[in-house]
């Protein structure tokens, strides 16, 4: 409750136009193994109906939180979130009393399509994880999207692990999924991230997980005694599960056998031929590596614009010791 209220304060200078969710995530919120949370900087992501209205209100109230982008003016700025990379908007360095945030801004509506199709897996792999809430999703559309995006996460682990796996285990698969292909995580990240998130926050993650678990019993015969699971990848299932993966990763899959083959395909026969074959695993990991690779490197770029020269460099500088650190 504490920590909730010293967010909130803290995110009460940013605008709440047409604000639908609000939430902080990150080491600067969530306890990691070997990371003190007062030393790092706090996260959020603040999801607006609006976007060229809240930043027309954040430019008034805030405009020494933008780099010289703010010159611009804030129709300019909102095309540059709207139509590049990930769909995001990030502030960082931003100093609010004693401490410093980060804050990225996205559309409701693109935010939405992330979640169910993982267009980027930018933001909806940040809720992969544990995250703290500000504000609750306000419409219905975009709380089931919120469940969906899990759904999926439990869904592509199952397909990537073997047949008998523990609850640690699953969840640092989860966890992992954002991070495959990430630009960041090879030249400027602490290597043992998802570890640490993981073994701190088991608790977190069964709070998350579990409802999304007994549904999935429903779908395919899951079985757990403890901490352990038991399910059976027979092609059947497999096929199950993957004709509801989301539609980016099946796109992916798509075009990856479609260059390989000759011959031409529809998606099902893909997705059929895919369930017969012993690689799927890795050609699945393949697909999501290329969407989490194309967006962390197209966003990462955006960000340093959107951050000015000099906050990038020192945000870069403090990667780099927390890598060097791990």
């Known amino acids: 409750l504490a920590m909730m209220m010293h967010l909130e304060r803290i995110v ?15 080491s600067g919120v969530i306890a990691q193994r070997n990371s003190e949370i007062k030393r790092n900087m706090i996260d959020f992501v603040v999801v ?14 805030n ?35 004693e401490f410093f945030i980060k804050y990225s801004v996205i559309k409701t509506s693109h935010l939405i399509s992330d979640l169910i199709d993982w267009k980027s897996l930018y933001i909806s792999g940040r809720l992969h994880k544990p995250v703290r809430v500000l504000i609750s999703p306000t419409s219905r559309k975009l709380e089931e999207a919120c469940k969906m995006n899990l759904k999926n996460a439990c869904r592509m682990a199952l397909l990537i692990l073997p047949e008998k796996f523990n609850e640690e285990q699953l969840y640092t698969t989860i966890a992992s999924l954002s991070y495959w292909g990430d630009i960041r995580m090879k030249i400027a990240e ?14 977190q993650f069964a709070d998350m997980y579990e ?11 899951l079985a757990r005694s403890g901490e352990t699971f038991n399910h059976l990848l027979t092609t059947d299932n497999i096929f199950h599960l993957l004709e509801f993966l989301p539609s980016q990763v099946l796109y992916e899959i798509e075009n990856y056998m479609q260059q390989r083959n000759t011959q031409h ?18 050609k699945l990991k393949y697909a999501v590596e290329k969407i989490v690779f194309k967006s962390s490197c197209q966003q990462t770029m955006k960000n340093f614009l959107t951050a000015g020269f000099l906050k990038s460099c020192r945000y870069f500088g403090k990667k780099l010791q927390k890598m060097v650190r791990s």
């Open 63 to 97: 405009s020494s939180h933008y780099s010289m982008l703010r010159y611009i003016g804030a129709e300019r700025l909102t095309k540059l979130q709207t139509d590049y990379a990930a769909r995001v908007y990030c502030n960082t360095m931003v100093r609010v009393g």
């Open 265 to 282: 395909c529809d998606l099902e026969e893909i997705i059929f031929g895919l369930a017969n074959d012993i690689n799927y695993a890795k």
């Open 12 to 26: 009460s200078i940013l605008p709440r136009t047409s604000v639908s969710m609000m939430f902080a995530y990150g």
């Open 190 to 203: 602490n290597r043992n991230k998802v570890a640490n998130i993981v073994q701190q926050n088991m608790r």
């Open 211 to 221: 409802p999304i678990l007994n549904h999935l019993y429903e779908e395919i015969p």
């Open 48 to 61: 607006v109906d609006k976007p060229l209205e809240w930043h027309r209100e954040n430019l008034k109230l």
